[in-house]
T-cell receptor, first 113, second 114 residues
Framework: AQSVAQPEDQVNVAEGNPLTVKCTYS??????LFWYVQYPNRGLQFLLK??????LVKGSYGFEAEFNKSQTSFHLKKPSALVSDSALYFC???????????FGSGTRLQVQP | NAGVTQTPKFQVLKTGQSMTLQCAQD?????MSWYRQDPGMGLRLIHY???????DQGEVPNGYNVSRSTTEDFPLRLLSAAPSQTSVYFC?????????????FGPGTRLLVL
C-alpha cells in the first residue's frame, strides 16, 4: 500500500527567506505525487504535481517541488517566502487501485514578517 | 464554472440524527470522492465513484452511504450520526482514466455531532 510522510508538523520561516516543506513517499511502481495548500476555513487548492520527466516541478504562486527517486522524497520549496504563504500544506500520492489520493498528515507553514 | 460545490457549510447534529451532505460538480468529471479531515491525520477517503451508478468504499466507509444517480451529484449520507463523525468533509472530482489527473476539491462541510 502507498503512504506519505510529512515529518514536520510546523515549519517557521521569516519572510523573504527560502522555505522547504518535506515529504517522503512509499509506493510500488511509478509515483504520481501532488502538493495541495489549505488556507483557513477553505478547501484544498492544487499547487503542483509530479508525473514523469524533469525532477524539478514548477507550480502555482512561485512554488516548486523537487522529486528525488533515490531518497523517495518530494519536497516543496519556494525561494522567497511571503506572509501570505502561511497555510496548511499537504503532500499526496495517487492510490492506483482506487484512483484517490493518499495524504500526508499536513505541515503548517508560518511565515513571520 | 462553479467547480465543486458543497452544502451545507456547517451543520450541528445530535447523536442518532441523520443527514445528507451535498456535493455537485459542473466539470463533467466521471470520478468523485468524499474525504474526511481530522487534525493530525490528513484527509482519509470515505467513498468514491467512477461514474453514475458505480460506487465503492474507501479507507473509512463505516457509518456512511453514498449513491451516484447523475454525473454531477454525489451525496454523502450519515444514517445515524455519532460524535466520532465530527469532522470536516471534502468532496473532490476529476476526470477518470489517467492517474495524473488533478483532483479538485470543494470548500468543505464542517460537521459537529453532539
Amino acid at each position: 500500500a502507498q503512504s506519505v510522510a510529512q515529518p514536520e508538523d510546523q515549519v517557521n520561516v521569516a519572510e523573504g527567506n527560502p522555505l522547504t516543506v518535506k515529504c517522503t513517499y512509499s509506493v510500488s511502481g511509478n509515483p504520481y505525487l501532488f502538493w495541495y495548500v489549505q488556507y483557513p476555513n477553505r478547501g484544498l487548492q492544487f499547487l503542483l504535481k509530479y508525473i514523469t520527466g524533469d525532477n524539478l516541478v514548477k507550480g502555482s504562486y512561485g512554488f516548486e517541488a523537487e522529486f528525488n527517486k533515490s531518497q523517495t522524497s518530494f519536497h516543496l520549496k519556494k525561494p522567497s517566502a511571503l506572509v501570505s504563504d502561511s497555510a496548511l500544506y499537504f503532500c499526496a500520492v495517487r492510490d492506483m487501485s482506487r484512483r484517490a489520493l493518499t495524504f500526508g498528515s499536513g505541515t503548517r507553514l508560518q511565515v513571520q514578517p | 464554472n462553479a467547480g465543486v460545490t458543497q452544502t451545507p457549510k456547517f451543520q450541528v447534529l445530535k447523536t442518532g440524527q441523520s443527514m445528507t451532505l451535498q456535493c455537485a460538480q459542473d466539470m463533467n468529471h466521471e470520478y468523485m470522492s468524499w474525504y474526511r479531515q481530522d487534525p493530525g491525520m490528513g484527509l482519509r477517503l470515505i467513498h468514491y465513484s467512477v461514474g453514475a451508478g458505480i460506487t465503492d468504499q474507501g479507507e473509512v466507509p463505516n457509518g456512511y452511504n453514498v449513491s451516484r444517480s447523475t454525473t454531477e451529484d454525489f451525496p454523502l449520507r450519515l444514517l445515524s450520526a455519532a460524535p466520532s463523525q465530527t469532522s470536516v468533509y471534502f468532496c473532490a472530482s476529476s476526470y477518470w482514466g489517467i492517474p495524473e489527473e488533478t483532483q479538485y476539491f470543494g470548500p468543505g462541510t464542517r460537521l459537529l455531532v453532539l
